[in-house]
């Protein structure tokens, strides 16, 4: 037999030789208890207690979220649902950017801070490329779709009244506007000097009136114009009624020409008396009221 052999059948002996593991009392050197091991037994019991561990955390691994914790272990599904939820996530950051731009356009135009035509300049309206043309481009398009649904709605409640009432684009000419109030002008529409609407005059706890059919889009307190409220009419117009000193409605509510919205009054820093500023807008421009209204 080869010295190979003999040192391996030596090896295993010593594997399969038994010990006696005791367990005694310190004080009184009484016996606890005693085990009878051998090296292969603990060998064998280490490798199961080892290969357990291993099972389980593999089990851990596979079939709970701790796999997601793994740097580089692989879960389509995980991916994809992490896609969605990102694409998800994008859609609302436009959305709200979206809305806030829509917004500020229509605080602009509460407040009377807004660009014209002369200062945005000839060559940044003619090209489209233009930072200023496309926001101007975009917040129009918002107020498009808007428009677009209070247009449908209106032309449905409208039509049991008037039926000569269409939901298409009607010149400005040919549209009918109840006078808010009748009084005595006071400051006409001047948008070079950011005056984008027409003063009138009037006695007081004079009832303002809505100019035409719409929806209260706005109905607040502004520092600069006081009591103010906003009526989203057909045809993309809007109708503000500034310096009020009571509101009859609220945001939300659907209101007929001629209907009152509010009480003229003197609120706001940007009133040095009782009066009303009435404002006309189309398209997202201010107009002129008193081309389409008679105030007398």
Known sequence: ?????????????KLRHHYRMVIMNDETFEEVSSYKLSLLNVYIMISSVVVLVALLIIGLIVFTPLKRYIPGYGDDRVHSELMEMNEGLQAMEEQ????KAYTDNFRRILVGN????????????????????????????LLREETKLTEQIQ???????????????????????????????????????????????????????SAMDGFV???DWTVETGLTIGVQNANDVITLYK??????????????????????GNSGMES?????????????????????????
């Open 1 to 13: 037999m080869s010295d190979e052999n003999k040192a391996g059948e030596k090896w295993m002996d």
């Open 243 to 264: 310096h009020n000193s009571a509101l009859l409605k609220k945001m939300g509510d659907y209101v007929k020409a001629g209907e009152a919205l509010a009480i003229i």
């Open 155 to 209: 032309a449905r409640e409208l039509s049991e009244l008037d039926g000569s009432y269409r939901s298409r684009e009607i010149p400005l000419e040919q549209l009918y506007f109840v006078p808010p109030v009748s009084g005595i002008i006071s400051a006409v529409f001047e948008p070079e000097i950011r005056h984008f609407g027409t003063d009138v005059l009037a006695p007081k706890n004079t009832p303002v009136k």
């Open 96 to 99: 709200l950017a979206a809305q």
């Open 114 to 141: 807004v660009e014209t035509e002369a200062e945005v300049g000839e060559e940044a309206i003619a090209s489209p490329d233009s930072l200023q043309s496309v926001a101007r481009i975009e917040e129009d398009e």
């Open 217 to 219: 889009f706005f109905s």
């Open 272 to 296: 040095d008396g009782p009066h009303l500023h009435f404002e006309l807008w189309h398209r997202g421009q201010p107009v002129d009221p008193m081309l389409y209204l008679n105030f007398e």
